[in-house]
């Protein structure tokens, strides 16, 4: 899957979901940073228990809280997982997995630089 076309952040269309308040979508960022590596060891086990429906559970949970807060890359990716786990085809799950969070490296970043005014 390339990603290189698409924004690591898209933070005019983050802020735009909410009302352009800054402090709310640095509080929403801190909270996904909190709770993306929860979900990235969940998704680890249930690919481990070749349990596919959980996987589409838990990769689109986290797909929409990254597409909320402009992480555009790792959306796309945390699609792509939950498409494995709705078509049950987990062969390239890990792979993927494994992407998603080195891109999810790549949006703190970029968030990191941002909030630095860098």
Request: charged share 25%; aromatic share 6%.
């Amino acid at each position: 899957m390339t990603t290189d076309e698409t924004p690591i952040l898209d933070l005019s269309a983050a802020l735009d979901r909410v009302e352009g308040d800054r402090e709310f979508y640095a509080e929403l960022v801190a909270l996904l940073m909190s709770e993306f590596e929860i979900s990235v060891q969940k998704m680890r086990a249930l690919l481990e228990q070749n349990n596919s429906t959980e996987l589409q559970s838990t990769a689109h949970a986290i797909k929409s809280a990254l597409g909320n807060l402009g992480a555009m890359r790792c959306h796309k990716l945390a699609f792509a997982l939950e498409c494995c786990g709705r078509d049950a085809k987990l062969k390239d799950a890990p792979a993927l997995l494994n992407q998603l969070i080195a891109e999810f490296s790549n949006f703190e970043k970029a968030y990191s630089d941002l909030s630095k005014g860098a």
